[in-house]
Antibody
Framework: EVQLLESGGGSGQPGGSLTLSCAASGFTFDNYAMNWVRQAPGKGLEWVSTITLTGLTTYYADSVKGRFTISRDNAKNTLYLHMNSLRVEDTAVYYC?????????WGRGTLVTVSS | QSALTQPASVSGSPGQSITISCTGTSSDVGAFDYVSWYQQHPDKAPKLLIYDVNKRPSGASYRFSASKSGNVASLTISGLQAGDEADYYCSSYTTSNTYVFGTGTKVTVL
């Protein structure tokens, strides 16, 4: 069974940093690209970032480009999202999602709240 | 990276069919056959309903069908049931190697 378990969410201040993790199990992690998708409270879904199988290529939404960095450790079956220069508008539930084009497997999400 | 446009709400009676539209541009919906649809119940993660415009993943209900014409994709729910009451989102791959989601549609079963 595919399982994606996010962690690392919590409260942060504007301008601060947080790192999210996603522990993957139930599939061969390095066979799949991975993504982060977020959802602000009461709002719609927003794609954040994608990383390829090897981690050599990454893609970002304009809203986070230059502030967030996606990475992966295939030996640990773990996906990361390093978030810097946090803004109030980054407040959201962040979901870890497997594969590209077909977002079939989602984690339960981890809540990030940015406020002063 | 503007969100795809969906109606804010659609409603129908049990047993009826409803259709949700998803309007994009020639840089996303119109560029590839990579449109997918998701259902999200409150406080739950989204669930994939349709991928590659009109393909259903294993386990997805046959009551959900979809199509695309030009820059507009559509999701039809047939035989509407109480459990279909949820938020629905479309998504598309874009010519910028990114993804964009729709604004979301709240489906109400009357």
């Amino acid at each position: 069974e595919v399982q994606l378990l996010e962690s690392g969410g919590g409260s942060g201040q504007p301008g601060g940093s947080l790192t999210l993790s996603c522990a993957a199990s139930g599939f061969t992690f390095d066979n799949y690209a991975m993504n982060w998708v977020r959802q602000a409270p009461g709002k719609g879904l927003e794609w954040v970032s994608t990383i390829t199988l090897t981690g050599l290529t990454t893609y970002y939404a304009d809203s986070v480009k230059g502030r967030f960095t996606i990475s992966r450790d295939n030996a640990k079956n773990t996906l990361y999202l390093h978030m810097n220069s946090l803004r109030v508008e980054d407040t959201a539930v962040y979901y870890c999602v497997r594969d590209v084009r077909i977002f079939q497997y989602w984690g339960r999400g981890t809540l990030v709240t940015v406020s002063s | 990276q503007s969100a795809l446009t969906q109606p804010a709400s659609v409603s129908g009676s049990p047993g009826q069919s409803i259709t949700i539209s998803c309007t994009g541009t020639s840089s996303d919906v119109g560029a590839f056959d990579y449109v997918s649809w998701y259902q999200q119940h409150p406080d739950k993660a989204p669930k994939l309903l349709i991928y590659d415009v009109n393909k259903r993943p294993s386990g997805a209900s046959y009551r959900f069908s979809a199509s695309k014409s030009g820059n507009v994709a559509s999701l039809t729910i047939s035989g509407l049931q109480a459990g279909d009451e949820a938020d629905y989102y479309c998504s598309s791959y874009t010519t910028s190697n990114t993804y964009v989601f729709g604004t979301g549609t709240k489906v109400t079963v009357l």
